[in-house]
């Protein structure tokens, strides 16, 4: 079974501090997704990532894909009170398994 | 609206009662998927359709679950004799194209309790 190991399970900083949420594993996963899930909504694709060493920017957040394609990190920077919500990354492992596994994600407050 | 649909948004059922929870996927959209979120988890597969074709079940957790989508477009989720450890959000998320790096579309969930 493959599992997501996410940390910290929860944060909460004040608004224009940097922070960093990262996603392990020892299995290797051919895409890995990052999602932000509100309270009462489902979750929302941030970005996916494919190829191992690989780096994407989203206006302050950056993701990282691990060389190995076994962890991912998402670093948010000057983080803001909307930045405010529940961080979920998720692994496909290819092929013809089309089912994500998800961490149990990071609970993020941004105090203003 | 142009987005995953799911009804009811909220349903509340005694231990023992059937339950049937609904997903109108993206229109067009190939697969479609299952997934149940425990409170504080993030969510677990159940159920992955291709079209009409149901083409992964493993992740259901009793044989009291059962899922369909017989035209290839709506899907019901259906959970007999619900129990207690049930209760969570039952998320439905389509993606176009059945390749395994295309992006899932959530809808936003039904919350069951059962009391």
């Known amino acids: 079974t493959q599992l997501l190991e996410q940390s910290p399970q929860f944060l909460s900083i004040q608004e224009g501090e940097n922070l960093t949420v990262y996603c392990n594993s020892s299995?290797?996963?051919?895409?890995l997704q990052w999602y932000r899930q509100e309270p009462g909504e489902g979750p929302v694709l941030l970005v996916t990532?494919?190829?191992?060493?690989e780096v994407k920017k989203l206006k302050r957040l950056t993701f990282q894909f691990g060389d190995a394609r076994k962890d991912s990190s998402l670093h948010i920077t000057a983080a803001q009170p909307g930045d405010t919500g529940l961080y979920l990354c998720a692994g496909n492992s290819g092929g013809s398994n089309y089912k994500l596994t998800f961490g149990k994600g990071t609970l993020l407050t941004v105090n203003p | 609206g142009a987005g995953v649909s799911q009804s009811p948004r909220y349903k509340v059922a005694k231990r023992g009662q059937d339950v049937a929870l609904r997903c109108d996927p993206i229109s067009g959209h190939v697969s479609l998927f299952w997934y149940q979120q425990a409170l504080g988890q993030g969510p677990e597969f159940l159920t992955y359709?291709?079209?009409?074709?149901?083409?992964?079940k493993s992740g259901l957790p009793s044989d009291r679950f059962f899922a369909e989508r017989p035209e290839g477009s709506v899907s019901t989720l259906k959970i007999q004799r619900t129990q207690q450890e049930d209760s969570a959000v039952y998320l439905c998320?389509?993606?176009?194209?059945?390749?395994?790096?295309?992006?899932?579309?959530f809808g936003d969930g039904t919350r069951l309790s059962i009391l």
């Open positions: 990532v494919v190829t191992g060493g």
């Open positions: 359709f291709q079209n009409e074709a149901q083409l992964d």
């Open positions: 998320a389509s993606s176009l194209v059945t390749t395994s790096n295309q992006p899932q579309h």
């Open positions: 299995s290797v996963f051919s895409s």
